[in-house]
């Protein structure tokens, strides 16, 4: 044991102490250093601004291994002789080069530091050629515990796919594995066995045939992509197609399903064009014509693979047949064609730099399921939709992660955040002019990476209301607000409870079936006072808050 690990632990243990004393020893204990690698802008990634990608690789579905080479070029911001690829174990970094030189690898874990001979001058653009191989960790339970699944379809073909949200694409190919640099282009080249071919994200470019038994597929991404996003989908598929006339003209649909599966798909796919006219609707237009919209059928349930959607949900409406907000109206759409092709314009568009900001690609996401229905069947359906699915929230974690180690925030970023963007839309009380902030969110940052106080300020702007205290509230701890009331002959008094600094938001209440909007307030108890008798008094329901009778 060396010194400064000897410190580092003092130091950890002393942390240690004065976490536990505030209550949250367990959190900080949970992450590594390897945490830190992963989920940090270190000085070895900073340095570069990634631009393109070209991932070529030979996938052997019979030894489940890969073996091949990333191409990685960059600008280079600021002058360092440092840069940081990460892969994961098992996989092996064989080589890296630059202009042909072999360059020295120091390995940390799944990050690997490597020592680049030419001088880096700012505003060069370089690349790096990273070989790897080996057998990569086999998918537990795709896509949440991800990684490669080495399936069979019932014909006994291969049927290979990869999902890494969260784990990270360097658990399958090398690359800088943080949210917050997406590269500009991209090209995927994958060799596989003859009677399978790989769909991946982007354009089909070519097919070549090796004549080793073995075929290439070579796929050309023309917009920033994020890693995660990036995939691979190899079996024996078949392929038929549509013309969209969408917002910005025509947009090539794709659907590649497996053989067996091709008449069902041709009539369980209709909620794709459906999905795509209402959500250009509600959020702008497709935000990746240039690379064409793709559902691509894979044996896990499904992701939001840009422009090659993965789809697994069983050509069964709803959530595997599921509703899940027990209302009937999750019955109406298939979840996964709706729910990951929501993911285009949020997560895929608008996407995150740092994972502990995730709500932004799922809140968004949940809450557009609201808006096809919405689109389709009105605003009341919708409402009951969105209302119904309260009943899965836990309030156990605040929706925002932790900074910098790759952490995310509650799984509540699905039902909670969308019930507080439903909630948003009752505050902004206009629906055109919420519809208008939905496709400004997706206009300003078109093609980017943001941070959730971007979408707030974003929000707090298009809006022109103050939300300060409204996101504090919902995104940053796990009290719901809790609107307190007495109800007298002619009176009304009532007051917020357990909610934060500033927490200003008004409500709509019924009495005698009429209409009014409060303010409540945690400093005072107000009251409303009318000319006859009150019969009657509810809180409206799109209000995500608890509502208390006091006797
Ligand atoms: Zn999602």
Known sequence: MNK???????????????????????????????????????????????????LDIKVNPETKTIAGKNTIQY?????????????????????????????????????????????????????????????????????????ISWKKDNNGNHFIASSCQGLGASVWWPNKDHMYDEVDSMD??????????NVSNGRLKSVIDNKDETI?????????????????????????????????????????????NLEKAKAHFKDAPKMMKAFEHWFGPYPFYEDSFKLVEVPYLGMEHQSSVTYGNKYMNGYLGDDL???????????????????EWFANNITNIDIADMWIHESFTSYSENLFLDYYYGKEAAAEYVIGKRKNIRN???????????????GDMYYKGENMLHTLRQLVNDDEKWRQILRTLNSKFYHQTVTTQQIEDCLTEASDLDLKGFFNQYLRTTKIPAFEYKVYKREIKFNWNHVVDNFNMPIEVLVNGKSFTITPSDKEVKSLKFDSDINTFEVDKDYYINSYRVK
């Open 188 to 197: 995927i080249s994958v060799t596989v066995p003859k009677g399978l071919m």
């Open 75 to 147: 600008t280079v911001l600021k002058p360092n002789q440092v840069l940081q690829i990460d892969l994961q174990e098992p996989l092996v970094l064989t080589k890296v080069t630059q202009n042909d030189k072999a360059l020295e690898i120091k390995h940390d874990g799944n990050a690997h530091f490597v020592t680049l001979k030419d001088q880096q001058n700012i505003g060069e653009t370089n690349s790096v050629i990273a070989y790897y191989e080996g057998k990569p960790r086999e998918a537990i339970r795709a896509p949440w515990d991800g990684g």
């Open 216 to 260: 290439t597929t070579n796929w050309h991404v023309a917009n920033p992509i994020n890693n995660y996003g990036v995939n691979i989908n190899i079996g024996n598929y078949v392929n038929f197609s549509e013309v969209y006339k969408g917002e910005k003209g025509d947009l090539d649909m794709n659907y590649f399903v497996l053989k067996e």
């Open 396 to 410: 156990d974690r605040p929706l925002i992660g932790q900074y910098n180690v790759n952490n995310e925030g509650s």
């Open 4 to 54: 400064t690990l000897i410190s580092t632990l003092i130091l950890v243990i002393t942390l240690c102490v004065n976490a536990n004393a505030q209550g949250l020893l367990q959190e900080k204990n949970k992450f590594t250093h390897q945490d830190t690698l992963r989920g940090s802008i270190t000085p070895e990634r900073e340095w570069w601004d990634l631009t393109y990608y070209h």
């Open 325 to 343: 907000s027990g209302t009937g109206w999750g019955l109406k759409f298939d979840f996964i064609i709706i729910h990951e092709s929501g993911h």
